[in-house]
C-alpha cells in the first residue's frame, strides 16, 4: 500500500486542520490505519488509529477530546480532523497501515508495515 499523507500547514493556537492519508495501490479497507508524529529531537509518537472495521478508535491522551480518526472506504481515504491545536502539536504527522496488528502493539511505529512521506503541522504562539 502506498500512503500520501497531506493537509498539513502553519496555523495558530485553536485553530483547526484535517489531515488526509490517501491509500493506492491496494485497498485499505483490510487495514489497521494510525497517525504517528514526530517532532524535533523526538521519538516517533502514537497519535491516533483506527481499525479495519471503522469502529475501534484509540487515541493518545494528549490528543483525546480534540482530534478525531477516520475513513471513507470509497475514497480509500484516512483523516485527522485537528481541533483546538497546541504548540505542543507541532510535528510531521504520518499516516501508517498495517495488514496485520494486535491491540498490545497498536502504539509501536515498529507494527506497520507501510508509511506515508509525513506532512508538517506548526502551531505558531
Known amino acids: 500500500v502506498q500512503l500520501q499523507a497531506s493537509g498539513g500547514g502553519l496555523v495558530q493556537i485553536g485553530d483547526s486542520l484535517r489531515l488526509s492519508c490517501a491509500a493506492s495501490?491496494?485497498?485499505?479497507?483490510?487495514?489497521?490505519m494510525a497517525w504517528f508524529r514526530q517532532g524535533p529531537g523526538k521519538e516517533r509518537e502514537f497519535v491516533a488509529a483506527?481499525?479495519?472495521?471503522?469502529?475501534?478508535?484509540h487515541y493518545t491522551d494528549s490528543v483525546k477530546g480534540r482530534f478525531t480518526i477516520s475513513r471513507d472506504r470509497a475514497k480509500n481515504t484516512m483523516y485527522l480532523q485537528m481541533n483546538n491545536l497546541k504548540p505542543e502539536d507541532t510535528s510531521v504527522y504520518y499516516c501508517?497501515?498495517?495488514?496485520?496488528?494486535?491491540?498490545?502493539?497498536?502504539?509501536?511505529?515498529?507494527?506497520?508495515?507501510?508509511w506515508g512521506q509525513g506532512t508538517l503541522v506548526t502551531v505558531s504562539s
Open positions: 501508517a497501515s498495517s495488514s496485520r496488528i494486535i491491540l498490545s502493539s497498536l502504539r509501536l511505529p515498529a507494527a506497520y508495515d507501510d
Open positions: 495501490g491496494r485497498t485499505s479497507s483490510g487495514f489497521t
Open positions: 483506527i481499525f479495519r472495521s471503522g469502529s475501534s478508535l
